[in-house]
């Protein structure tokens, strides 16, 4: 069969990566991928938002099946249209996506499911929302409502940082329309925790647990960021962890979604805070997280396929598990940024080094923000650039071999953090 991957970034590319090796696909195409999917697949020149491109481009070459990489997408509607059309295609409708396009929704919607979360409150205008930070005597969490590419979310550690960030999410609207609403809740101490499962009508299949790195420097410093590297699987989640969040999240969000008459089909992502009041959710997204997905997809050894299916054709309670075979070695996924990211940033930067680290066993190197120049050389072209990613006999061995790969590679203000999995090691 033939199948359409829809994005540019990492994530796309391990997922075009892993179903080129599906002995059921003929031919992955990538709209409109980068450096990496060129070479497992083949690229088409449509962005993401061009629904009808992409919609005629399916119809021409016979797409069995389209599977959508990035939100923004996906909030805006693309599975409503691409279904109108008669086309099959993987992922939440436009009212389920809310359940990631709107904060506030969000958060209403786990009021309602009564899945834990962090205290909130929902604010329109800037100064109700700064009187009330400045009563608060515990720290706060600012997330403009909508879409910020990963960056909406300001964890602040005072009142004096908090003001500053309704100033620039409300105020200075620096992510535009997405901060028209902003969500203010009690910040939340402890661990973060990434969960992902395939959904398809009552049934839930979670994949193994990762740990993503927000921040942009070591030690969680620095803004938050689309993410700068991730390790699978996360020792903190264990087997109780894994059935709590079933339990208690993953089930009660699709049962409440489902009887309000917008049904979730597609990857739910829970980033989740272990407390120690209990497990809470930080956030939902309604698609694959990238880098959680390099991590993921690296450790899977069955046909990605036959998940995707199961979830489509809502057949994810028959799945026979002891058929899933994941490689027992951890992975550890390490992002190289451009220089200036999360900010500003240069492109067009030549990239060295893949092809030595080509020749190295258990390692593999997605693109995200790369293509190529009128030379033919690999470039940057983004703000998170490649995303390196080892197996190991133990996690120790995965970052070793992630990081010996990531000294073969250069390009000019490349930067990435060192301290990847670190937390998982010094617990061990």
Not at 18 to 40: F, H, I, M, Q
Not at 58 to 76: F, H, S, W
Not at 316 to 343: A, F, H, M, N, T
Not at 415 to 427: Q, S, V
């Amino acid at each position: 069969m033939k199948v359409l991957v829809i994005g540019k970034g990492g994530r796309e590319h391990a997922l075009v990566w892993k179903l080129a090796r599906s002995p059921r696909v003929s031919k992955v195409y990538c709209a409109p991928g980068n450096a990496g999917t060129a070479v497992e697949g083949e690229n088409y020149a449509a962005e993401p938002h061009e629904f009808d491109r992409l919609i005629r481009f399916a119809k021409r070459e016979q797409i069995d099946l389209t599977i959508v990489g990035p939100e923004d997408p996906l909030c805006a509607g693309i599975v409503d249209e691409f279904q109108k059309n008669g086309l099959r295609i993987f992922g939440p409708t436009k009212a389920a996506a809310r359940i990631e396009g709107s904060k506030v929704f969000s958060k209403n919607l786990m009021r309602h499911a009564d899945v834990p979360t962090a205290d909130f409150k929902i604010f329109d205008h800037s100064e109700p929302a700064k009187y009330w930070i400045s009563t608060r005597d515990f720290p706060v969490v600012v997330k403009a409502d909508g879409l910020a590419a990963g960056k909406g979310v300001i964890v602040c550690s005072t009142i004096p940082e908090a003001l500053k960030a309704i100033d620039s999410v409300m105020v200075k609207e620096e992510f535009g329309q997405a901060g028209r609403q902003v969500v203010v809740e009690k910040r939340l101490e402890g661990e973060e925790l990434s969960v992902l499962g395939l959904v398809g009508g009552r049934g839930i299949y979670l994949l193994p647990c990762t740990q993503d790195h927000k921040a942009a420097y070591d030690g969680d410093q620095g803004p938050n960021t689309g993410g700068m590297g991730a390790y699978c699987p996360a020792p903190i989640g264990t087997p109780e962890i894994l059935q709590e969040v079933e339990d208690k999240i993953f089930v009660p969000i699709i049962h409440t979604m489902k009887r309000q008459r917008f049904p979730f089909s597609g990857t739910l992502f829970a980033g989740l805070m272990l407390t120690s009041q209990g497990t809470k959710v930080l956030e939902f997204n309604a698609r694959f997280g990238d880098p959680e997905t390099q991590c993921i997809l690296f450790r899977l050894k069955s046909d990605l396929l036959d998940l995707i299916e199961a979830a489509l054709d809502e057949r994810l309670e028959e799945l026979d598990e002891q058929k899933i075979i994941w490689d027992p070695r951890p992975s550890v996924c390490v992002v190289l940024c451009s220089g200036g990211y999360p900010g500003k940033y240069e492109t067009k930067k030549p990239i060295t080094g893949l092809e030595e680290v080509k020749k190295m066993t258990d390692v593999m190197v997605f693109h995200a923000g790369t293509t190529l120049d009128e030379n033919n050389r690999v470039v940057t072209a983004g703000g998170r650039v490649l995303g390196v990613t080892a197996l190991g006999d133990t996690l120790a061995e995965a970052k070793a071999k992630a990081y010996e790969a990531v000294a073969k590679i250069h390009f000019k203000g490349m930067h990435y953090r060192k301290d990847i999995a670190d937390k998982a090691l010094r617990r061990s």
